[in-house]
């Protein structure tokens, strides 16, 4: 099963938007169909704004196809987030300030109470069966909570916070020796040890020694991915280097997909079992993926591709792909590109296989998305009212 980024294991995100490729892909890609204009805020209906004329499947083929090649800060500007207005049925945590519980059908939400105020930066997550909140930045460092069944948050034992494990129920940090804590800035060549902490602050496993500037996650089934300035390494839960790449997008149980960091280069599908590799092209899109989101079932790793300053700024935009490792092709989600905050939109994956897309978009403001792998539009839902967000878990 794949589990790059998959919840509860996903990382923090990082500083958003870093694209490092800026020539066009000329990979084949599956385009999936533009949105269709018509009337906004009917429960059923179609949502979206009507651009002056009918968008189909034509200009939606020509959204994915040749549109990307075109994308720059002369392109033509994309129409917004659309999709059938319907009932999602999902709660969901939002890392805003406060933290807050949102049934997203009704609107309706409550905070979470005994965390501090005026944080901008909360990664919320699930912590086994408990959700948890971190602080991610602070004079001292990552800070966590765990939230009770009523939504009031208390300390936990982790006092750094690198990615959390697997299964949710423990933290993977970067420690220094002899206080324990990461605090000061990371210079090459300084030692560190990486440790599995549960949520009572006992080890999962031997700590073992490591470079104190690794970014630590995500943990996958396949093992822990590090990333360090120049490689980045898959390691099994024994320690053995399973891969050492310049950048690994990917893990599995059975397989990793890398890149290089910068270029037009195909991926490379790596098969663990065996050691046998086979390129993958890179989607039609002109910039550099973030990490891989990965369906439960394995089959599908969704990339973020992002432009952070499109026409010069502030406006971004929010490009995201889905690979099919069965098929190894490529699918565009429906409704993308689409202008957004690359810093205020997140994804996650349901196990019932299902994509959730929450976030900040232009001229829609706060929106939810569901899509399932094969369905041709998005069901979505506004949270109108609603503050900025930088993550969210269901």
Not at 183 to 192: S, T
């Amino acid at each position: 099963m794949l589990a790059a980024c998959t919840s509860p294991g996903a990382s923090p995100p990082d500083p958003p938007g870093s694209p490092s490729g800026t020539a066009a892909r000329a990979a084949a890609g599956t385009p999936s169909p533009g949105p269709t204009a018509g009337g906004a805020g009917r429960s059923g209906g179609t949502w979206g704004d009507t651009w002056g004329g009918t968008w189909g499947d034509t200009q939606g083929d020509t959204w994915g196809g040749t549109w990307s090649g075109a994308w720059g800060d002369t392109g033509p500007e994309p129409p917004p987030l659309g999709g059938d207005e319907r009932d999602l049925g999902l709660t969901l945590l939002l890392g805003s300030d406060p933290p807050r519980f949102v049934d997203v059908d009704t609107g309706r939400g409550r905070a979470v109470t005994g965390l501090p105020r005026g944080v901008r930066d909360w990664y919320v997550w699930r912590a086994g069966d408990r959700f948890a909140v971190t602080r991610l930045t602070s004079e001292t460092g990552p800070r966590t909570y765990l939230l009770d069944r009523r939504g009031r948050a208390s300390r936990s034992p982790w006092r750094d916070f690198g990615a959390p494990s697997l299964d949710g129920r423990g933290v993977w940090q970067l420690e220094r020796p002899g206080d324990g804590s990461q605090e000061g800035v990371a210079r090459a060549g300084d030692r560190c040890v990486l440790r599995e902490v549960d949520a009572r602050g006992r080890d999962r496993r031997p700590p073992r020694p490591a470079r104190c500037d690794l970014r630590v996650g995500p943990d996958t089934e396949a093992g822990l991915i590090t990333t360090g300035p120049d490689e980045a390494t898959l390691t099994d839960r024994s320690g053995r280097v399973l891969v050492r790449q310049p950048r690994i997008v990917a893990a599995t149980r059975d397989h990793a997909l890398t890149s290089d960091v910068a270029g037009d280069a195909p991926y490379v599908l790596w098969d663990l079992r065996t050691g046998a590799r086979e390129t993958v092209p890179r989607p039609a899109t002109p910039y550099e993926p973030g990490e891989g989101v990965v369906s439960p079932d394995g089959r599908w790793v969704l990339l973020e591709h992002g432009h952070p300053s499109w026409r010069g700024g502030p406006a971004q935009l929010l490009d995201l792909w889905a690979l099919d490792l069965r098929e190894r092709r490529w699918t565009r989600l429906p409704s993308m590109p689409v202008v957004a905050s690359l810093k205020h939109t997140d994804h996650r994956w349901l196990p019932d296989g299902r994509l959730v897309i929450a976030g900040d978009f232009e001229r829609v403001d706060r929106a939810v998305a569901v899509w399932r792998p094969g369905e041709p539009r998005l069901a979505v839902r506004r949270l109108p009212g609603q503050e900025r967000f930088t993550s969210f878990v269901v």
